[in-house]
C-alpha cells in the first residue's frame, strides 16, 4: 500500500503516519511543501526510531508522484465528499492520498478526482474533521484488511 500526505503541516502527524507505515510495511509519500523540515525534531520524535524502517519519498509536487505511477490506483480522502471509504475495494498497491492538516485537499485535486473521493464518517456533525494520523490509521488498516493482512498473504 501507498499512502499519500499532501502538504503535511504538523511534525507529529506525519511521524506517526511514518511510524504506522513502518509497522504495516507501507509506502509514505510526501508531497511538498512540507510545513516542516525533514530533520525537525518534532518530526524524528513522533516517528522515534522509525524512520529507518520505512520506504518513503518527497515529491516536489503531487502531479510528479502521479506521472511517476501512471497507472496507480489513488483514492482521495476528504472530509465532505458523498462516499465512504469502506465502500472501496482496495488492491495491494492503492494509493490512499490525505490533506494538510488545516485545509485539507487542494480543490483542484478534488474536483479533477471528485469520483474517487471518500470520506471517514464521523456521528458528530459539529466535529469538523479527525485528526490526520487517526485517519490515515483508520483508512490504512482497512486496506490491510480487505488484504488479509493478519494472514502475510
Same mark, same amino acid.
Given at each position: 500500500m /501507498?499512502?499519500?500526505?499532501v502538504e503535511p503541516e504538523i511534525p507529529p502527524n506525519t511521524g506517526n503516519v511514518a511510524r504506522l507505515c513502518a509497522a504495516?510495511?507501507?509506502?509514505?509519500?510526501l508531497i511538498e511543501p512540507l510545513g516542516f523540515e525533514l530533520s525537525d525534531k518534532m518530526l524524528k520524535r513522533a516517528g522515534m526510531d522509525y524512520w529507518n524502517q520505512v520506504d518513503w519519498k518527497c515529491w516536489p509536487n503531487f502531479k510528479a508522484l502521479r506521472e511517476h505511477f501512471p497507472k496507480g490506483n489513488f483514492y482521495f480522502i476528504e472530509t465532505g465528499t458523498e462516499q465512504i471509504y469502506s465502500e472501496i475495494c482496495f488492491q495491494s498497491n492503492d494509493f490512499i492520498v490525505f490533506g494538510r492538516e488545516t485545509k485539507g485537499l487542494p480543490q483542484p485535486?478534488?474536483?479533477?478526482n471528485r469520483e474517487r473521493c471518500y470520506h471517514v464518517p464521523m456521528l458528530n456533525p459539529e466535529s469538523r474533521s479527525l485528526n490526520l494520523s /487517526?485517519?490515515?490509521?483508520?483508512v490504512l488498516y482497512e486496506t490491510l484488511r480487505q488484504q488479509n493482512f493478519w494472514k502475510g498473504d
Open positions: /501507498n499512502v499519500v500526505l504495516t510495511k507501507t509506502t509514505l509519500h485535486l478534488i474536483e479533477e /487517526n485517519c490515515v490509521s483508520i
